[in-house]
């Protein structure tokens, strides 16, 4: 397994503007899931996707904030008219159906100005 | 709704020496699974433990060990032979059977492991 990348490791943007993440998966980690992270805080759960079907959103996830997953492979994360409360560690998971553990990549780092 | 509580939002350990996180947790739940979490600074998260709850044996990974006391909703972990690589801060999670297994994490404690 080569790991859960996401991309970029960084964002900055000024509030209004849209932003997009991509996470690439494990692969043959049919599961995943985007989360959020703040400051001196865990991860919250914003959504998940079972293969290409969206199957849970949090009522965090605004409906400024949009994911997809086209064919069952990378998943991206966009928000739009970002605002500074956006301002969060996004965070991508996956796993396989028959384990529960979920596998992190290493964030995106997003900063709202 | 499940919580997750993590009260320690610091401690700090000498190397060689053994170290207990706490997480307690709420859930009506009868079937799920717990984990532990470690980040080391500027790194992802990596998975330390896991514990299913239908499970009366704690789980063991090396110098990682679980006491997991279900009625009580309780799962440390306990950390032997501490070494200075364990500094991180660990997240104690916990994921249901259903509902997709999203995860729900607590705040997280900072270990520190000092030489």
């Known amino acids: 397994d080569t790991g859960v990348s996401q991309d970029p490791r960084h964002k900055i943007t000024k509030r209004g503007q849209n932003v997009t993440f991509r996470c690439d998966p494990i692969?043959?980690?049919?599961?995943l899931y985007w989360y959020r992270q703040t400051l001196g805080q865990g991860p919250e759960f914003l959504t998940y996707?079972?293969?290409?079907?969206?199957?849970?959103k949090s009522r965090l996830l605004s409906d400024r904030f949009s994911a997809e997953r086209p064919k069952g492979s990378f998943s991206t994360l966009e928000i739009q008219r970002t605002e500074q409360g956006d301002s969060a560690m996004y965070l991508c998971a996956s796993r396989r159906d028959s384990l529960y553990e979920q596998y992190f990549g290493p964030g995106t780092r997003l900063t709202v100005t | 709704a499940q919580t997750v509580t993590q009260s320690q939002p610091e401690m700090s350990v000498q190397e060689a020496e053994t170290v207990t996180l706490s997480c307690t947790y709420d859930?009506?739940?009868?079937?799920?699974?717990l984990f532990w979490y470690k980040q080391p600074p500027s790194r992802q998260k990596i998975l330390v433990i896991r514990?299913?709850?239908?499970?009366?044996q704690n789980a063991t990974e090396n110098r990682f060990s679980v006491n997991f006391q279900k009625a009580a909703k309780s799962f440390s972990l306990k950390i032997s032979d501490s070494q200075l690589g364990d500094t991180a801060m660990y997240f104690c999670a916990f994921g249901k059977e259903t509902s997709g297994s999203r995860l729900t994490f607590g705040e997280g404690t900072q270990l520190t492991v000092n030489p």
């Open positions: 514990q299913e709850a239908y499970k009366q």
């Open positions: 692969s043959e980690h049919n599961r």
């Open positions: 859930t009506s739940e009868s079937n799920y699974y």
């Open positions: 996707f079972q293969n290409e079907a969206q199957l849970e």
